[in-house]
Each structure stands twice: as C-alpha cells, then as structure tokens.
C-alpha cells in the first residue's frame, strides 16, 4: 500500500480531497446547509484570528510534520485547485435555486465550503513560504503578490459577506424619508433622511432606458444638508452606507415620480480591495516577468 | 460606417495577413511582420471607424466582442512570432481569426446604439478589452497545446512547452485583470463586487482551470502531454464562460450577463 506514505505525492492530495468532500457530506447530512448567519460579527473576528493562526501554525510546524509541509506545495495546490474547480463546476451547471436542493445552493454547501477553506489555507501558506525566499530573490515578488492577495481576497469576502447590509429606500418626489428596508422586508432606520426631489428618465429613440437619475437632499450624521444626483454607476456615499440607484416605477417609465435607492454597507471591503489591488500588481508583474524558469523546468 | 463595409476591411485584413503568413514559412522575417503588422492596422481603423459612427466602443454585442477577439488573436499571433519566431503561428492565427470574421459576415447581429445605463461605465471598455486579449493569448496558446499533441509527440521540445507557458502567463494575467476589473466595476454599478450570477462562476471556473495549469506544470514539469489536455479543457471552460453560457438552462434565467 503506497498510499498516504510521506512525502505525499499528487495522489494522495486527490485523494486527501476525496476525504475532505466526503467529511463535507457528512456533515451536510448531519448539520443541514452552512448556516451563515451563525458568524456574523463578533464571530467571523474570532474566526479571523484563529484561521490566521492556525496557517501560521501550520507555516511554523512545517519542517516538523510531513503533512503541513505538503501542504504548503505544488502537490496539494493541484489536487486543491482541481477539487474546487470541480465542485465549481457542478455549480456552473446547475441554476442556483435554493429550493432546488443541496445543489442549488452551493454557497451553503459543505463539500463546496470545505475545499475552498482546504484552497485558502494552502495559499496562505504558499504565500508565507514566498515571503520567507524573498531574501533571495526579487523574482518572488509576483508570487508573493499573487498569492497574499488572492488569500486576503477569499478571506475577507467570504468573512465579511456575512456583515454586508444591504437595504432598499422608497422615495416618492417631494417625500423625505429616512427608514428603508432589509431583504425579508423590516423596517429599519438608517438614520440617513433622503428627501427626493426629482426623478429624472431619459430612453433611447426606441423607448430602452438611457439613464435614469434621482435629485435628492441628504441629510446625514452631521445634520448637514448636501444635494446630490444618483444614477447607475454614480452612487452616493453617506456616513459609511453606499446608495445606488436601483429601481423606477416601470410601469409609469418616463413620466414615474418614485424612485428605489439601494443602501449597500460593507465593513470589510476595503480590506477585500486590498487583496484586490494585491493580485493586480502581481498580475501586472507577472506578465513582465513570466513564469520562473526554475520552477516549471 | 457600418457592418456593410466590414467585407471589405476584413478582406483587405486577411490577403495582407496570408501574405505575411506566407512570407513567414519561407523564412522572410521582415516583410512577414510589415504586412501582418498591416493586415492588423486595417482591421484595426475598420474597429475604430466602428467606434466613432457607433459614439461607443463597439463591446457590446457578441458580434463586436468577436471582432475584438479576430483583431487580438492576429496581435497574439504577431507577438509570438516576433519573439519566439514559429514560422507557423501567423498561419494559424490567420486562420483562427478567419473564422470570427466569417462567423461575423453570416451573423453580424447588428445592434443599435443604445447602450443600457449599467454599461455606461468608465470599466466597460477595459472590462472587455482586456478579456479579449486575453482570451486571444489563450487561444494560441491552445493551438500550441494541440501543435503539440497531434504533430510533435514525442519529439515535442523544452522550448515548445515553455511557449505555451509564456502564453498562459500573459494570458491568465489578463485574464485576471479583466476578471477583477469586472468586480470593480459590479461594485461601483450594484453595490456587489461577486454575486456568483453564472458568468462570474464560469469566469472563476476558467481562471482556475488555468491555475492549475500552472501549478501542474510546478508540480509535474516532465507530464507535459497532461499539461497540454488541460490546457485544451481550459479552453473549453474559456468558451462555455464567453458564449456556451447563453445556451446553459442553469444561466439563462438567473445571468446578468446573457446577451
């Protein structure tokens, strides 16, 4: 019997993922979806920190044990990257209707979860062993760049989804109106007003929407009054909270009076950008440096 | 100007790229890359005359997209033989961009000016751009996967994988600029930088798929015919996520991105 026998090889990490979708099943069977409510903050902080933790555990411990130090390599990278892209897959052709069963709601589905958890510890540790070589090497930096932010990226948006607050405000013209509501339909104050002053239409000559645009006042935290113009890809940004234009009464069309604005709050997504604009910059250097010869040799 | 002109800088386009493809099997490096470089001048002013009649760039429509897709494959084809001198890539990519241009004469799916308020965006055009260039590098570098496994077998060289590796690398930098690029861009317009609507799943799903290109070419450097099978299901991803979406049950009810 070779397999599992140290240093583990290719096989072993597609099988060590068979494992990890197996372990997946049964604990959806057991557990239902991934409930992720349950780690809305504080608990997604607590989650930070001890996910962190446990790469830099599994970083240092890396000469120690055999499994730490494989899966930090390209031999669990493969198999990791395949597992995920499968499952991936499997939701690339299913529609994503939770009504639809286990996989019509991927998001929530263990197997899914568990192998991009299994893909982010092994590029954080990918990244941290970059790090580590770059002493000797400048050529390290797109890797590392790659790496930390596509680690930062996965974290951050998967943690910080679950904080995300997303609501709708209704406003008629001449209105002010300061409470908007959530998704499942409760009212909750925003302690924003927004007063709508005007809602603007225009379509093309064959009556498609051009641009649609509110006028509104808003009076924030400050108490300071500010005009200002909402339109698609033009939102406003007040006390922290994003508003969009969203909808339009579309049965009146040019001549509508109302408007829906979407409040959008994310506390994490600066931290998500940054990951963002990390795998950018590595991107960009990669293209100029190419892959390392040494490495794919 | 409009479609009906197309036939005629497309023609013009490929005799002057044939011609340096020619030039470029009989060793007249020179000339091979003046005409081709011409072909993509005329193909080139035929995309921009679009731009300026249409007061948009021409992005929107699956026939603009691809009129992007034969001008960058015939950029990718030139790159290539510029640098690594394959007196057979400007052949392929002629016939590569051929193909887009005929698909594009029988189907042109002429489109009017409207462009729908969520496209008028700063990130449209580099949104797109980038991808098609992109997906222009990766589709030689797919020739280069078949190249290998059909012609070369067992005679295939160091120097044959590491095109395809050059390939990939600009390609999947692209394709990860045009990717986030995209969640920029979704952020500023709603709010959402990923929402999983099925484009952006396929769009993880061939980005990933490269990945493990590349980390299987760390992991297993002599396995290059199974580098060169992925390589070929990558691109078979590429295309379900460009335009096999459209015709996929589980997207077309709940994309964003079906067109």
């Known amino acids: ?297 | 100007m409009s479609w009906d002109s197309f036939i005629y800088f497309a023609a013009a386009a490929v005799i002057l790229w044939a011609l340096g493809a020619a030039q470029a099997w009989f060793g007249k490096r020179t000339s091979a890359i003046i005409n081709y470089s011409l072909g993509i001048l005329v193909f080139f002013s035929f995309i921009l005359a679009m731009w300026i009649s249409l007061e948009r760039p021409p992005l929107r429509t699956m026939g603009e997209t691809r009129l992007w897709y034969s001008f960058f494959l015939a950029v990718a084809g030139m790159i290539v033989y510029s640098r690594w001198k394959y007196k057979w890539i400007l052949s392929f990519s002629t016939i590569m961009s051929l193909v887009f241009i005929i698909v594009n004469l029988l189907k042109p799916e002429i489109h009017s000016k409207n462009l729908m308020p969520a496209l008028q965006s700063p990130w449209f055009a580099p949104h797109v751009i980038v991808y098609m260039f992109s997906y222009g590098m990766l589709g030689a570098a797919t020739l280069m996967a078949l190249y290998v496994l059909v012609f070369r077998k067992e005679k295939t060289t160091a120097e044959d994988i590491s095109t395809a590796d050059n390939l990939v690398a600009t390609g999947m930098a692209f394709l990860t600029f045009g990717m986030l690029f995209g969640a920029l861009w979704a952020q500023e317009a709603w709010g959402t930088y990923w929402a999983w609507d099925p484009k952006e799943t396929w769009a993880a799903i061939t980005w990933m798929a490269y990945l493990l290109y590349v980390h299987f070419r760390i992991a297993r450097p002599k396995d290059w015919a199974n580098a060169m099978w992925i390589l070929i299901l990558a691109f078979i991803c590429l295309q379900i996520c460009w335009w096999g979406i459209n015709y996929l049950p589980s997207a077309h009810a709940t994309s964003v991105h079906v067109y």
């Open chain 1, 1 to 297: 019997m070779t397999l599992f026998k140290k240093p583990w090889k290719l096989t072993d990490g597609f099988l060590f993922g068979g494992v990890i979708v197996l372990v997946g099943l049964i604990l959806q069977l057991a557990l239902g979806p991934v409930n992720w409510g349950l780690i809305s903050s504080p608990v997604n902080l607590i989650l930070l920190v001890l996910f962190l933790a446990f790469v830099v555990a599994a970083f240092l411990l890396k000469k120690r044990s055999g499994f730490f130090a494989w899966l930090g390599s390209p031999a669990a990278a493969v198999p990791s990257i395949a597992w995920t892209l499968g499952l991936t897959i499997v939701m690339g052709l299913t529609a994503q209707v939770p009504s639809k069963g286990w996989l019509g709601n991927m998001i929530s589905f263990w197997p899914f979860v568990l192998c991009y958890i299994w893909l982010t510890v092994v590029v954080g540790l990918v990244a941290l062993n970059h790090m580590t070589r770059l002493g000797r090497s400048w050529r390290e930096i797109p890797a590392v760049l790659n790496h930390l932010g596509l680690f930062v990226t996965l974290v951050c948006a998967t943690l910080g989804s679950v904080d995300k607050k997303e609501l709708m405000m209704t406003l008629h013209e001449g209105e002010t109106v300061s409470t908007a509501e959530t998704e499942d339909g409760t009212s909750y104050d925003t302690g924003i007003s927004v007063r709508l002053d005007d809602f603007t239409m225009e379509t093309w000559p064959n009556g498609m929407p051009k641009r649609f645009a509110s006028d509104v006042v808003v009076k924030g935290k400050s108490g300071k009054e500010t005009s200002a113009v909402i339109e698609v890809n033009k939102p406003l940004k007040v006390d922290g909270w994003k508003m969009y234009q969203y909808g339009y009464d579309e049965e009146a069309g040019v001549e509508g009076k109302m408007s829906i604005l979407q409040m959008v709050k994310d506390p994490w997504l600066p931290l998500v950008y940054l990951g963002i604009f990390t795998m950018i910059a590595g991107a960009f250097l990669m293209m100029i440096v190419g892959f390392r010869r040494e490495d794919v040799k």
